[in-house]
């Protein structure tokens, strides 16, 4: 098969283009088919090879304006759309591609949904950290710097429990080191903050001992009290029911990356969470500061770090091969009638 992507912005820093195109293109190729990435504008030669041979069109999300003009260009190719938003409706898209069964549940206005993990290809070779004991506990936080607001209250509470009898080093890596930390901000600990790059992250990533990646904000500290005492056990509403807070978008993109450098992760309540621990069938997850606090300590411990660490890069390896992920992708397309 043929699949072509056309995109806009060819930044390799920004992780929807590195993933879902530049990867995802290679690891077509590499399964035997073929694919091209196309940026910028689609000239009449780029137009007349495209419809020449090409089986789909995949539009990464900084393209979607761009929608309605391709498919007026190409009216019997298949064209697929990337990660779009949730209130993007449009009659011109055959398929799409998410990153996580929570994005999956989002796009109910479209039949043809498939779900292509956020694998990055350039961590794949990275021997994993081997972990040594040590006094201090580096924990580190790589994302968009909102997330950090997750904190709140209860990794914020965690942390500074622990740290009166641990040294913690907290290590941020974000696109904006310079942001304002306010809400969930730690009191009492070291931070560091880095800026991402693709030429730093591993170094950073592997001088750390744990990951975590919150997803889920704890919504039981913003909603009307009235309204976390309300139980009626009828209609199934007790007062130890969760209140959570989480992005449609929600996947495993983040934790994968500890993964693949060897540090365990601290796993929140999001779905997308349970489905690789379901793998391991090792449940590391937390909620409130006490499971938060639980799991960090349990992991203080440098020789059961080491153990998960190759767990879960023995079945990130088996379960989250790219290429074989892509195979499943073009089958997915080939079927769309």
């Known amino acids: 098969m043929q699949i072509d992507f056309f995109t806009v912005n060819s930044d390799d820093n920004i992780g929807s283009?590195?993933?879902w195109v530049r990867d995802l293109s290679r690891s077509i190729n590499e399964s035997g088919n073929s694919s091209r990435i196309f940026s910028g504008t689609i000239s009449e030669d780029i137009a007349k090879t495209i419809d020449s041979d090409s089986d789909a069109i995949v539009i990464c999300k900084s393209a979607c304006e761009f929608i309605p003009d391709i498919r007026s260009a190409f009216k019997n190719i298949k064209i697929g759309a990337i990660n779009i938003p949730r209130d993007y409706i449009s009659k011109d898209i055959d398929f799409v591609?998410?990153?996580?069964?929570?994005?999956?549940?989002?796009?109910?206005?479209?039949?043809?949904?498939f779900i292509y993990p956020l694998i990055e290809r350039q961590f794949e070779n990275i021997k994993i950290k081997?972990?040594?004991?040590?006094?201090?506990?580096?924990?580190?936080?790589?994302?968009?710097?909102?997330?950090?607001?997750?904190?709140?209250?209860?990794?914020?509470?965690?942390?500074?429990?622990?740290?009166s009898n641990i040294e913690i080093e907290l290590v941020i890596i974000t696109g904006n080191p310079e942001f304002d930390w306010v809400i969930g901000k730690p009191n009492g600990i070291k931070i560091e903050n880095h800026k991402y790059s693709v030429d730093t992250i591993s170094e950073i990533i592997q001088s750390c001992d744990?990951?975590?990646?919150?997803?889920?904000?704890?919504?039981?500290v913003y909603l009307p009290k009235s309204t976390i005492e309300f139980c009626h056990s009828d209609i199934g509403l007790y007062n130890t029911d969760y209140q959570i807070r989480f992005?449609?978008?929600?996947?495993?993109?983040?934790?994968?990356?500890?993964?693949?450098?060897?540090?365990?992760?601290?796993?929140?309540?999001?779905?997308?969470?349970?489905?690789f621990m379901s793998k391991t069938g090792r449940y590391i997850v937390a909620h409130d500061a006490k499971s938060w606090e639980k799991e960090i300590r349990r992991l203080y411990n440098h020789k059961l770090r080491n153990i998960i660490s190759n767990e879960n890069k023995n079945i990130f390896e088996e379960h989250y091969n790219p290429v074989n992920k892509a195979k499943d992708l073009l089958k997915f397309i080939k079927d769309i009638k």
């Open 17 to 19: 283009y590195r993933i």
């Open 97 to 113: 591609i998410v990153g996580s069964p929570e994005e999956l549940c989002s796009m109910g206005n479209y039949e043809n949904v």
């Open 130 to 163: 081997n972990h040594e004991e040590a006094e201090k506990l580096r924990i580190c936080f790589h994302g968009h710097y909102p997330h950090l607001g997750k904190f709140s209250p209860s990794i914020c509470q965690a942390l500074e429990n622990i740290s």
């Open 210 to 220: 744990i990951g975590i990646v919150p997803n889920v904000m704890d919504m039981s």
């Open 247 to 275: 992005k449609n978008k929600t996947n495993g993109g983040r934790a994968y990356v500890f993964y693949q450098h060897g540090l365990p992760v601290i796993h929140d309540l999001s779905p997308s969470s349970f489905e």
